[in-house]
T-cell receptor, first 111, second 110 residues
Framework: ETGVTQSPTHLIKTRGQQVTLRCSSQSGHNTVSWYQQALGQGPQFIFQYYREEENGRGNFPPRFSGLQFPNYSSELNVNALELDDSALYLC??????????FGPGTRLTVL | AQRVTQPEKLLSVFKGAPVELKCNYSYSGSPELFWYVQYSRQRLQLLLRHISRESIKGFTADLNKGETSFHLKKPFAQEEDSAMYYCALSDASGTYKYIFGTGTRLKVLA
């Protein structure tokens, strides 16, 4: 069984640019959630995808968007990057029993 | 407002001493509570969930609905318990999003 994987591991962008982060869910999972973890903070919920549809969203502006594909992998897109977007972005996959399995994260630095 | 509070950023104990990591929550409804752990250079992983009532690696946590708490306890700390611990609440309104606390770093001293 393959665990949750994320790419890239690290990324450096400048203000105003756009970024796409990728997540492959664990085998058998149909739900993917994305979280932002700023330094010294706990993860904050961005949104969740269930069977290719958005299934809930946290307090993040519309420039944070996502996709889920038929194989349940997912992308997180962030437009018009701001300095405060610098964080660790975590992806978690789950099935019906609600336990979320986390990936290793993508560290985004915005200069 | 839905919130998870972990009042201690850092907790240092000596090996063999009891450990209690505090977690309080604010939620209207019947939440599901979790403890996640992150060891150095590893990903977040589930330690406990309240519905399973298991003891994992010697840790236990009891959901106290009256005090809205879900404290994590271990009678005798080991050096390998040193890690970052996050308490999380699952919003069971259909989204099952997690609301995390800010985490407590546990250092077990030799």
């Amino acid at each position: 069984e393959t665990g949750v994987t994320q790419s890239p591991t690290h990324l450096i962008k400048t203000r105003g640019q756009q970024v796409t982060l990728r997540c492959s869910s664990q085998s058998g999972h149909n739900t993917v959630s994305w979280y932002q973890q700023a330094l010294g903070q706990g993860p904050q919920f961005i949104f969740q995808y269930y069977r290719e549809e958005e299934n809930g969203r946290g307090n993040f502006p519309p420039r944070f968007s996502g996709l889920q594909f038929p194989n349940y992998s997912s992308e997180l897109n962030v437009n018009a990057l701001e300095l405060d977007d610098s964080a660790l972005y975590l992806c978690a996959s789950s099935s019906l029993n609600n336990e979320q399995f986390f990936g290793p994260g993508t560290r985004l630095t915005v200069l | 407002a839905q919130r998870v509070t972990q009042p201690e950023k850092l907790l240092s104990v000596f090996k063999g001493a009891p450990v209690e990591l505090k977690c309080n929550y604010s939620y209207s409804g019947s939440p599901e509570l979790f403890w996640y752990v992150q060891y150095s250079r590893q990903r977040l992983q589930l330690l406990l969930r309240h519905i399973s009532r298991e003891s994992i690696k010697g840790f236990t946590a009891d959901l106290n609905k009256g005090e809205t708490s879900f404290h994590l306890k271990k009678p005798f700390a080991q050096e390998e318990d040193s890690a970052m611990y996050y308490c999380a609440l699952s919003d069971a309104s259909g989204t099952y999003k997690y609301i995390f606390g800010t985490g407590t770093r546990l250092k077990v001293l030799a």
